[in-house]
C-alpha cells in the first residue's frame, strides 16, 4: 500500500492523474505532512486559492485515516484564512484533529513554508451523498460551454493564469466585458472547467470553485486580487464530464468586495458552493 495519500482512489481502482499527483501529502508522523506547490498551479506566480484548498482537504482526509493510503471519506466543508502567499516548493502541513464523530470529523490543518504559517484552515470531514437533491434551486447554466465560449488558455492572461496547462477553462464571453475592454458589465461570470487528462472529482471541485478570473476585472480592477478568507461546501460526488461554475459578487465596498461560486456537474447536480472575500486593485 502507498505511504502517499493522493496516488490514486481506492473506491474506483482508478490511477492518479496530473491533479491528484500535484496535491498529493507525504505523512511523516504526528499528524505532520509534507508536500510540493507546482509551478502549473499558479497565478501571477502564486499558487492557487482553490488548489491550496483542495490541498487542505486532501491533507485532512489522510489524517483522518492515519496517513495510509487513499482514505475513505470526503471533504464536506473547507474555510480558510489566507495569511500569507506562499510560494512555488515544499511546504508542511500540520494537522489536529478537533472532533472525531460518527457523521462528521473536525480536522485543522495549518500550511507553512520556511518557518511561516501562510495558511489555516479547517476541513471538515464524512461521507457526501449518493442519493439526488430533495430539493435545489440552482443557476441556469448549459452542460457545456457554448459555440461561442472563449477558451481561457488563449488569452493574453493565460501567461499569468498557469491553470490552463493543467486545466480545460471555456469563459462565457456575454458579460465578460473585460476581454474587449469594456467596463461596467455586472459582476457576474459563467465558466466551464474541466481537468486534464483525468476526471473530475470532489477535491478538484474545489478548485473549480476558484476557477474565474477576478470579477472586478468588469470594473476595470486589473492586478493581484488576494483571497483572503474562503469557505467551501461540497454537496456531492461529481459525475465525469465539465463542471459548469456560475461565479457573482454581491457587492464591492472599497478595495472590499465577494465572490461567490455555485459549481455543478454535468447532469445539473450541485457539486460545491464556495464564498470569498478577497482584496481588489484600485487604480
Do not use: Y
Request: with cysteine.
Amino acid at each position: 500500500m502507498s505511504s502517499v495519500a493522493g496516488q490514486g482512489d481506492a473506491r474506483t481502482g482508478t490511477t492518479a492523474g496530473p491533479f491528484a499527483l500535484a496535491s498529493r501529502v507525504r505523512p511523516l508522523g504526528d499528524g505532520t505532512f509534507t508536500a510540493e506547490l507546482p509551478g502549473a498551479w499558479t497565478v501571477r506566480g502564486r499558487p492557487h486559492g482553490g488548489f491550496l484548498m483542495a490541498l487542505l482537504a486532501r491533507t485532512a482526509m489522510a489524517a483522518h485515516s492515519g496517513g495510509s493510503g487513499a482514505p475513505l471519506v470526503d471533504p464536506l466543508a473547507v474555510s480558510a484564512q489566507f495569511l500569507n502567499p506562499p510560494s512555488v516548493g515544499p511546504v508542511l502541513l500540520r494537522t489536529e484533529v478537533r472532533k472525531a464523530g460518527r457523521q462528521a470529523t473536525v480536522v485543522s490543518v495549518h500550511l507553512e513554508q520556511r518557518g511561516k504559517t501562510c495558511v489555516e484552515g479547517v476541513v471538515t470531514t464524512g461521507r457526501l451523498p449518493r442519493e439526488r437533491a430533495a430539493w435545489a434551486d440552482l443557476p441556469n447554466v448549459s452542460a457545456e460551454p457554448p459555440g461561442n465560449a472563449v477558451e481561457v488558455a488563449s488569452l493574453p492572461l493565460a501567461s499569468v493564469f498557469k491553470l490552463t496547462t493543467a486545466c480545460d477553462i471555456r469563459l462565457d464571453p456575454n458579460g465578460a466585458g473585460f476581454l474587449h475592454g469594456h467596463v461596467g458589465d455586472p459582476l457576474r461570470l459563467r465558466l466551464w472547467v474541466r481537468p486534464r487528462a483525468e476526471p473530475v472529482d470532489p477535491l478538484f471541485a474545489l478548485v473549480a470553485g476558484d476557477i474565474n478570473m477576478p470579477l472586478t476585472f468588469n470594473l476595470g480592477r486589473f492586478g493581484w486580487t488576494p483571497t483572503v478568507q474562503m469557505t467551501a461546501l461540497l454537496r456531492s460526488r461529481p459525475s465525469p464530464g465539465w463542471l459548469r461554475v456560475l461565479v457573482e459578487s454581491k457587492a464591492v465596498h472599497g478595495p472590499w468586495f465577494d465572490s461567490d461560486a455555485t459549481v455543478i456537474d454535468a447532469t445539473g447536480r450541485l457539486i460545491a458552493q464556495a464564498r470569498q472575500l478577497a482584496l481588489s486593485a484600485i487604480g
